[in-house]
């Protein structure tokens, strides 16, 4: 991260990357956004925050990213089909993204609001974005042209066969692209101009 960058934390859980970044960062005055979907995951990033003491520098929002502004289904998800994992929620209802997250058979659905990357970017400056979405990264790109043209490194993790098709959205939008790392069927994909 460069002097004054912002980072952007999508899908960002309970703020383990957002927090990492806003200290390691603190002395280039580098700001985070994240951004979580699920309410009790949202409100433990709060939490941790301000446990951390870093009001000033992580602004959280919660919505789903998505490819439209509205309301949206967050559904449980499993590694197993037997619990629910806190972080294993999604907008994708295929019934298995990849080997390790499939559809909780008896798991429930949150309604919640959700819109695009660019519209809730559009009043902050964006350089760097970690994506973490659980199968629904595509969706989340492809609404997010203007968002994509205004950064200059992107790190999506990719759930299931998806690989290909965020290779070809970040390369139309300029991004040199790197496969990071591969586990299994999710892999890690990473971009910059």
């Known amino acids: 991260m460069e002097e004054n960058e912002t980072f952007v934390d999508v899908g960002a859980n309970v703020g383990s990357y957002s927090l990492m970044v806003a200290n390691e960062y603190k002395d280039r005055a580098v700001?985070?956004?994240?951004?979580?979907?699920?309410p009790?995951?949202?409100k433990a990033l709060r939490r941790n925050i301000q446990c951390n003491k870093f009001e000033n520098v992580i602004v959280p929002i919660n919505k789903a990213v998505s490819d439209y502004k509205g309301l949206v289904d967050l559904y449980e998800r499993s590694h197993d089909g037997a619990r629910v994992d806190s972080e294993m929620y999604s907008v994708c209802n295929d019934?298995?993204?990849?080997?390790?997250?499939?559809?909780?058979p008896s798991g429930n659905s949150l309604e919640i609001e959700c819109d695009t990357l660019d519209n809730i970017l559009l009043n902050y400056r964006v350089d760097v974005i970690?994506?973490?979405?659980?199968?629904?990264?595509?969706?989340a790109l492809k609404a997010a042209t203007r968002t994509l043209e205004r950064i200059r490194k992107i790190v999506v993790e990719?759930?299931?066969?998806?690989?290909?098709d965020v290779k070809?959205?970040?390369r139309t939008h300029g991004f040199e692209v790197e496969s990071i790392n591969e586990k299994g069927q999710m892999s890690y994909?990473?971009?910059s101009k």
């Open 31 to 38: 700001k985070v956004i994240a951004i979580e979907a699920h």
């Open 40 to 42: 009790e995951n949202y």
């Open 95 to 104: 019934q298995r993204i990849d080997a390790h997250n499939i559809l909780h």
């Open 130 to 139: 970690k994506m973490d979405v659980e199968g629904a990264e595509v969706l």
């Open 158 to 164: 990719i759930h299931g066969d998806k690989s290909e």
């Open 168 to 170: 070809q959205i970040l």
């Open 189 to 191: 994909i990473g971009g």
